[in-house]
């Protein structure tokens, strides 16, 4: 149950004219808007310098499709925080942030519009593969918002947020946080004038929102630091003058041909489509869960059926990236967001990536300095996983945690030997155990790990509650999951790893014997750590 529920509302309140825009909302803009700029930074820099796209492509069509299609996304998101605030009454209602989904950002760069831009020698073909993968994740996620809400009522909360919580830590605390150290004057300055705002409750003169001073403070230490010889957070007068060329006014035109033009390479995009689609079911839910736990319930099924409409409209105006339910709701909530800084956001990104001002932000703004805005909403998102469940389920969270652990070291690994101009398996799984890597392991752990959390979530949290036919219908989920390689694999197929899929179907019938004949503890508390001393039983 959401707090908006537990609290009686008004009669008087009820139907009351939401105000759109209050004083938090200038914390919320500068820090989602912040994030929003990094992955647009990112995304603008894949572009150029991985897939060698021109100029034309890139700032005269990608980026204001993206522009159009962040827009149309947060202005919808900000109108269900309308709906939501008039029907109960409430005041603090917070939109959902949305924008391009970043692990997706990666995916379809490095796994379709990089290798076949490669093998044709031709990146608008890439272009054009990419544009067809989010054609088919677009009607995933439409017709997969008619599931979803089914598959959230089964699923424990700890589940949900647990895997969340993996991804959080995983894959937006990590770099952020080794990025502050490896500039650390930037970096960590940075780190306490956020912290000291957002969780310690410090205003700043003339209430100056603290996101905004950090990046002040960011570009004069980057800049002043280039006068005495520094160089730190690599700001140069040259980047900054070369940047200004792509100054100018571009407005998106439709790319339908260039979908149907990408359809040559439906069989590669859809290995890779269907589990990312399913992907985005299970991220949008949790995300929404993440959302109710912090007060506000926005109904799944319109939340999915948007983000698919949106990203189906920007794909059709020649976006190759998809949009997203953000995680960290709760972060911007806190820092007291609510309704006009998702709407000013959208407007925000339009006049960013129209008008050809990315291309300057990225010469102008170091990078480090906005990284502690990442690393705190990791740190919120992670902490909510253990403060809005049972305490008792936490064993049960921080096993959700590990497949996301054990992809984000695959990837190093993989990044690290590609550097080298080798790979895991052209080194063997023998000399990489020898030293203590258990690749393999990483491999089929890591594989669908936003999936394997939550099932391996959800079967611990019934354990703990002695719930064990619910427990073995998950592990029977997993089996059927992996059989496919919608988990423990890298790619869809029939017997993907089908030594895994035994393994659950194991798991399935021991739990579901412990429920007919197991005797069973009566004491609630989870067996504690030698030394201890358990509460006598009620």
């Given at each position: 149950m959401s707090a908006s529920e537990m609290t009686p509302i008004s009669p008087a309140r009820m139907g009351m004219r939401p105000m759109i825009w209050t004083k938090g909302d200038w914390n919320a803009l500068f820090g989602f808007g912040t994030n929003i700029l990094v992955n647009m930074l990112v995304l603008t820099g894949l572009l150029q310098f991985v897939l060698k796209m021109p100029p034309e492509i890139v700032f005269g069509r990608i980026l204001p499709a993206v522009g159009l299609m962040m827009f149309l996304s947060t202005a919808y998101y900000a109108f269900l925080a309308w709906q939501l605030a008039k029907k109960t009454g409430r005041e603090d209602v917070c939109a959902l942030p949305s924008g391009i989904s970043v692990p997706h950002m990666f995916v379809v760069t490095f796994v379709i519009m990089l290798p076949i831009g490669a093998s044709t020698g031709d990146p608008v073909q890439g272009w054009e593969a990419g544009l067809v993968w989010v054609f088919f994740q677009s009607f995933i996620l439409m017709i997969g918002g008619f599931v979803a809400p089914y598959i959230r009522r089964i699923t424990p909360r700890a589940a949900l947020l647990g895997t969340l919580a993996g991804v959080s830590v995983a894959f937006i605390s990590m770099r952020p946080a080794f990025e502050i150290f490896t500039t650390p004057v930037i970096g960590l300055t940075c780190l306490a004038i956020i912290l000291a705002s957002w969780f310690g409750g410090v205003r700043y003169p003339k209430g100056i929102p603290a996101g905004l001073i950090a990046i002040a403070v960011g570009m004069i230490i980057a800049w002043g630091s280039n006068l005495f010889g520094l160089g730190y957070g690599g700001m140069s007068l040259e980047k900054l003058g070369a940047s200004v060329a792509n100054f100018g006014f571009e407005i998106p035109m439709p790319a339908i041909d260039h979908v149907f033009h990408?359809?040559?390479?439906?069989?590669?995009?859809?290995?890779?489509?269907?589990?990312?689609?399913?992907?985005?079911?299970?991220?949008?839910?949790?995300?929404?869960?993440?959302?109710?736990?912090?007060?506000?319930?926005?109904?799944?099924?319109?939340?999915?059926?948007?983000?698919?409409?949106?990203s189906l409209i920007g794909c059709l105006m020649g976006n190759p990236f998809i949009n997203a339910v953000y995680i960290g709701h709760p972060?911007?909530?806190?820092?007291g967001g609510r309704i006009g800084y998702s709407l000013a956001t959208g407007v925000a990104v339009i006049l960013l990536a129209w008008c050809g001002i990315i291309a300057v932000l990225?010469?102008?703004?170091?990078?480090?300095?906005?990284?502690?805005?990442?690393?705190?909403?990791?740190?919120?998102?992670?902490?909510?996983a253990f403060q809005t469940t049972p305490i008792k389920h936490a064993?049960?969270?921080?096993?959700?945690?590990?497949?996301?652990?054990?992809?984000?070291?695959?990837?190093?690994?993989?990044?690290?030997?590609?550097?080298?101009?080798?790979?895991?398996?052209?080194?063997?799984?023998?000399k990489l155990g020898a030293v203590g890597v258990l690749y393999h392991g990483l491999e089929i752990m890591g594989g669908g790990a936003i999936l394997v959390g939550l099932v391996l979530g959800a079967i611990g949290v019934f354990v703990i509650e002695r719930k064990f036919t619910h427990a073995a219908a998950f592990a029977l989920a997993g089996a059927v999951l992996t059989f496919f390689g919608f988990m423990h694999g890298e790619m869809v197929g029939i017997a993907v790893t089908p030594g895994v899929s035994l393994a659950y179907l194991v798991v399935a019938g021991f739990l579901f014997g412990c429920a007919k004949y197991a005797a069973v503890d009566t004491v609630d508390e989870a067996p504690m750590m030698e030394g201890a001393h358990p509460a006598p039983a009620e």
């Open positions: 990408g359809f040559k390479y439906l069989g590669v995009i859809l290995v890779t489509a269907i589990p990312f689609g399913i992907y985005d079911l299970v991220e949008a839910m949790d995300n929404v869960e993440s959302a109710e736990a912090a007060g506000d319930h926005y109904p799944t099924t319109r939340v999915l059926t948007a983000d698919g409409v949106v972060g911007w909530k806190s820092m990225l010469a102008l703004i170091p990078v480090v300095a906005i990284s502690p805005i990442l690393l705190y909403i990791g740190m919120l998102i992670g902490a909510q064993p049960a969270i921080v096993l959700a945690l590990t497949p996301h652990l054990a992809a984000w070291a695959k990837l190093l690994i993989d990044n690290s030997l590609a550097v080298a101009g080798t790979s895991a398996h052209a080194l063997g799984m023998e």
